[in-house]
């Protein structure tokens, strides 16, 4: 039941007709939408965008382990709990490639396909350690598909190593690197950047290594945090320069950004949670669904929106699929950084393929294996079917015989 004045309603209407027949809206119309439309309208109009752009019942998830290989970082964001500055002895790590190798190890015995590795901006890392670590990785875990280093890590390796974003991103592809995060968005406005993440990279810079990364054929995804005291334009702001850069990126490379997921900031243990105002960061469930939905709404040149369950819940996370969002996102099996700054997984989380499963019928859909380019690797469409009992068998007698499990939280 609509709650605006009727020329109120008439006008997000009208908006959200254009969306139910597969037009494009507006950057004000979007804003107009944020603004005053009905969360349930909202939902409807972004499933309706997704069946346009991604059609069926089906809901992809992946498995694969987040990995961070040092914690050393000098950018001091003012949401990190991660990092730590060099020179703590006591915190900071660099991993060896004894423990990056047992990591991909155990990783592989779940099932994964992936491995998504990012860390802090280390100033005592020469630029040789990144390609010597992806070549390695890729030469001794041929099959598993790397995924590492943010547009934020790019910039920063590609001063240390006095090289262009181009001749940085060639080399990694050259020794094995399939694709990059969308790591380290946050906000692209830089208004909220300045205030937030002074030190990191800036919208314009973001987005350059990303049109590279398209030039060069690596899968990329593009990633958004709200909740950081930012206006509805500056969100706004981020999705029209999204859209705009995936238009451009289509049109010259025929390629651009293959998901976009988005999560409400964690602060517990950071300078924001410290702040004064801190009772006004982070975003309720309810701002994550509204956000979700409007970005898939406006965003109608990307095709695959991930929820986050492990910021948002599980439960939540399910109910992301009804605000337009066709894919579970990662068995994850590790996470740190957001963790760290207190998501509601704490620790290090993991959902077994079974519990995706679950999830998933639960939310009424079908769950489905998908690679890092969104391939489909294996539907799951018999609850019973044996190849599925055999595929979460195997993995999950996997994970019991890992004796290295300890603090890992399963999710339910
Ligand atoms: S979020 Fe990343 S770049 Fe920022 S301080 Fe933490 S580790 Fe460094």
């Known amino acids: 039941?609509?709650?605006?004045?009727?020329?109120?309603?008439?006008?997000?209407?009208?908006?959200?007709?254009?969306?139910?027949?597969?037009?494009?809206?507006?950057?004000?119309?979007?804003?107009?939408?944020?603004?005053?439309?009905e969360l349930l309208d909202l939902a409807?109009?972004?499933?309706?965008?997704?069946?346009?752009?991604?059609?069926?019942?089906?809901?992809?998830?992946?498995?694969?382990?987040?990995?961070?290989?040092?914690?050393?970082c000098v950018t001091d964001c003012q949401f990190c709990n991660f990092y730590a500055l060099p020179g703590d002895k006591e915190k900071g790590y660099v991993n060896s490639k004894l423990i990056l190798g047992n990591k991909i190890k155990e990783a592989l015995e779940l099932g994964a396909t992936r491995i998504l590795m990012q860390g802090g901006h280390n100033p005592d890392l020469p630029f040789e350690y990144y390609t010597d670590l992806v070549s390695w990785i890729h030469k001794t875990f041929?099959?598993?598909?790397?995924?590492?280093?943010?547009?934020?890590?790019?910039?920063?390796?590609?001063?240390?190593?006095?090289?262009?974003?181009?001749?940085?991103?060639?080399?990694?592809?050259?020794?094995?690197?399939?694709?990059?995060?969308?790591?380290?968005?946050?906000?692209?406005?830089?208004?909220?950047?300045?205030?937030?993440?002074?030190?990191?990279?800036?919208t314009d810079d973001w987005f350059g290594v990303m049109k590279v990364a398209h030039e060069l054929g690596l899968i990329t995804t593009a990633t958004m945090v709200i909740g950081f005291r930012e206006k509805l334009e500056n969100?706004?702001?981020?999705?029209?320069?999204?859209?705009?850069?995936?238009?451009?990126?289509?049109?010259?490379?025929?390629?651009?950004?293959?998901?976009?997921?988005?999560?409400?900031?964690?602060?517990?243990?950071?300078?924001?949670?410290?702040?004064?105002?801190?009772?006004?960061?982070?975003?309720?469930?309810?701002?994550?669904l509204r956000h979700t939905a409007i970005a898939r709404i406006f965003l109608d040149n990307l095709p695959h929106i991930s929820a986050s369950w492990p910021t948002q819940g599980a439960k939540v996370g399910q109910m992301s699929l009804h605000f337009g969002a066709d894919d579970f996102g990662s068995t994850m099996i590790e996470e740190n950084v957001v963790s760290s700054a207190g998501a509601i997984t704490k620790a290090s989380p993991l959902m077994l393929p079974s519990e995706m499963h679950r999830q998933i019928r639960e939310a009424g859909f079908i769950p489905a294996q998908r690679n890092t380019n969104y391939d489909v690797l294996k539907v799951f469409d018999a609850v019973d079917s044996e190849a599925e009992l055999k595929s979460i068998q195997e993995i999950e007698q996997a994970a019991s015989k890992q004796g290295n499990w300890a603090g890992v939280t399963l999710i339910e």
């Not at 280093?149 to 590609?158: A, K, T, V």
């Not at 969100?235 to 705009?244: I, Y």
């Open 1 to 37: 039941m609509a709650t605006n004045e009727p020329a109120v309603q008439a006008q997000v209407d009208q908006i959200l007709a254009k969306v139910h027949e597969g037009n494009r809206i507006s950057y004000d119309e979007g804003l107009y939408l944020y603004q005053h439309a």
């Open 44 to 72: 409807d109009a972004a499933n309706a965008r997704r069946q346009q752009l991604v059609p069926g019942d089906t809901v992809t998830y992946l498995i694969d382990r987040n990995i961070n290989y040092t914690n050393v």
């Open 142 to 202: 041929p099959t598993i598909e790397i995924n590492a280093f943010s547009p934020s890590e790019i910039q920063y390796m590609s001063e240390i190593g006095g090289k262009s974003w181009h001749e940085t991103l060639t080399e990694l592809k050259a020794v094995g690197l399939m694709g990059l995060p969308g790591g380290g968005g946050e906000i692209l406005d830089d208004e909220i950047r300045k205030r937030v993440t002074p030190k990191k990279i800036m």
């Open 235 to 288: 969100r706004m702001n981020h999705l029209q320069r999204l859209r705009d850069e995936q238009d451009d990126s289509l049109k010259r490379f025929g390629t651009g950004f293959n998901a976009f997921i988005s999560w409400t900031v964690q602060i517990e243990g950071t300078p924001l949670g410290r702040s004064r105002f801190a009772s006004e960061y982070g975003g309720t469930s309810t701002e994550y």
